[in-house]
């Protein structure tokens, strides 16, 4: 069985500056994906970032990066430039490949922005 | 906003009864799946159903149970209700692994609805 630990419960930054939020990850598997969403207050999950632990390079997204450390089974995000409206609830999730489309998600980060 | 739709969007039931929640998946999909988010806390996974089929199933009890229908809109379905089954309940759509992939539609990306929160009192 997978588990995702994100040990930030809350976080909060100053508009404009830079992020970065943690998660780290317990699994056997070799072939999964890892990623990273977004739940503003309408609560719908957003996805915001995805990297294949196959791929050495870091995933980035236009704001929006990833460290993906497989060897210490780390995967943080870094949103840089960040704006009132990444103010949400972030959860890294682990999905195993050739497995079915099942999420594991950790227990969330909620991230303030302020002005 | 996803073509993921779910109803209803708040319901509230005495404990005991049976409630039925229902999703309506993206385009093109035939993969939904359930999670169950309490509050504070990451969402759990429920299960699976691909082409009308249950494929995967999470640490939930039996009276927790779903349907999926040829048009691949799903419900969930849960019995004898319990305090603690006071949630949010997201369903996501994708397509599976085993189907061609677009760019913009990647197998392993799941387009999730706006969840059903349901209160137990």
């Known amino acids: 069985a997978q588990t995702v630990t994100q040990s930030q419960p809350e976080m909060s930054v100053q508009e404009a500056e830079t992020v970065t939020l943690s998660c780290t990850y317990d699994?056997?598997?070799?072939?999964?994906?890892l990623f990273w969403y977004k739940q503003p207050p309408s609560r719908q999950m957003i996805l915001v970032i995805r990297?294949?632990?196959?791929?050495?390079q870091n995933a980035t997204e236009n704001r929006f990066s990833v460290n993906f450390q497989k060897a210490a089974k780390s995967f943080s995000l870094k949103i840089s430039d960040s704006q009132l409206g990444d103010t949400a609830m972030y959860f890294c999730?682990?999905?195993?490949?050739?497995?079915?489309?099942?999420?594991?998600f950790g227990g969330g980060t909620r991230l303030m922005v302020k002005p | 906003e996803t073509g993921v739709t779910q109803s209803p969007t708040h319901l509230i039931k005495t404990r005991g009864q049976q409630v039925t929640l229902r999703c309506s998946s993206q385009?093109?999909?035939?993969?939904v799946s359930w999670y169950q988010q309490a509050l504070g806390q990451g969402p759990q996974f429920i299960f699976q159903?691909?082409?009308?089929?249950?494929?995967g199933r999470g640490n939930f009890p039996p009276r927790f149970s779903g349907l999926q229908f040829p048009n691949y809109s799903s419900e969930l379905n849960v019995n004898a209700l319990e305090l603690d089954d006071s949630a949010l309940y997201l369903c996501?759509?994708?397509?599976?692994?085993?189907?061609?992939?677009?760019?913009?539609?990647?197998?392993?990306?799941?387009?999730f609805g706006s969840g059903t929160q349901l209160s137990v009192l």
């Open positions: 996501a759509s994708s397509r599976p692994e085993t189907e061609v992939p677009t760019p913009n539609d990647p197998n392993e990306k799941l387009f």
């Open positions: 699994t056997s598997e070799s072939n999964y994906y």
């Open positions: 990297q294949e632990a196959y791929k050495q």
């Open positions: 999730a682990f999905m195993k490949r050739r497995a079915g489309n099942m999420l594991t």
């Open positions: 385009s093109g999909h035939n993969t």
């Open positions: 159903y691909y082409r009308e089929e249950e494929n």
